[in-house]
């Protein structure tokens, strides 16, 4: 099962670094362009680093579900986290055409998440936030 | 992240190798705040062998060229690949700091 990514990260900032690594290799072994694994990678990486700055209000260890499909043009990701609910589609986007200087900061990672995967999907049941990913073969 | 850092006249120079990544960035404010205190003025940084940015990466640059404005000096970014530089395009960071295409621009912009 070369094209299934599964792997289990933990809620620290380091370990989003080693999970990139891996879905780098992942994504070369699969024969991903650059171009394609780079916003793969990206959109992953902010949506995790979200979760681990945002979605725990202790200081318990957690796991945090990535699963990652390659099916022909297809890529499905899914993010499972137990912390605070949050809908990535609610979250305010930063205003682009407005200078940076000027912006609210904020929602800027979501920002690109989205902007380089196809759709995001979002349920909350059984206590965990879920996130379904669609990202073509580009 | 590694950072190699070389001393001009005019401008320091950061060659940043690897991502630049939450971690990578709290270096390079690290790194910012050194040269500051030592009152260099003018930073160039070479994004050639920076594969990958994010957004915390983004703010980290951000938050530095703040900083040297405020000692009327000038943060100016040059050689990036592809994609980083799509991420800039696409934030509208590339209109927030000066990003240029090669070192010699970079260096008749100071």
Avoid: W
């Avoid at chain 1, 024969?31 to 209000?57: H, T």
């Avoid at chain 1, 043009?73 to 809908?87: A, C, K, M, S, T």
């Avoid at chain 2, 957004?55 to 980083?84: D, E, M, W």
Wanted: net charge negative; hydrophobic share 45%.
């Amino acid at each position: 099962m070369n094209n299934n990514f599964i792997s289990e990260v933990k809620n620290s900032i380091p370990a989003i670094a080693d999970c990139r690594v891996e879905l780098l290799k992942f994504g070369r072994k699969n024969k991903l362009s650059k171009e394609c694994l780079f916003g793969l990678v990206l959109a992953v990486d902010e949506l995790l680093m979200n979760i681990v700055l945002y979605g725990y209000k202790d200081d318990r260890e957690h796991s945090i579900f990535l699963e990652i499909k390659i099916d022909g043009e297809n890529i499905y990701v899914q993010i499972v986290d137990d912390g605070i609910p949050f809908n990535p589609q609610s979250a305010p986007s930063p205003d682009i055409n407005t200078p940076v200087e000027t912006r609210t900061p904020g929602g800027l990672g979501i920002f690109l998440a989205k902007n380089y995967v196809n759709s995001i999907d979002y349920v909350f049941s059984e206590g965990k936030n879920r996130l379904k990913l669609h990202k073509f073969v580009c | 992240m590694k950072i190699i850092v070389s001393k001009e006249p005019n401008y320091t120079l950061f060659e940043l190798n690897g991502n630049l990544d939450l971690i990578a960035s709290e270096i390079f404010e690290k790194n910012v705040e050194a040269i500051i205190s030592e009152e260099a003025v003018n930073l160039l940084i070479d994004f050639t062998n920076v594969d990958f940015v994010n957004s915390a990466g983004l703010r980290g640059l951000f938050i530095a060229s703040n900083k040297l404005k405020l000692t009327n000096g000038k943060l100016v970014i040059f050689s990036l690949q592809p994609q980083v530089n799509e991420i800039f395009i696409i934030t509208g960071f590339n209109q927030a700091l000066n990003v240029l295409d090669t070192k010699a621009e970079a260096i008749e912009s100071i």
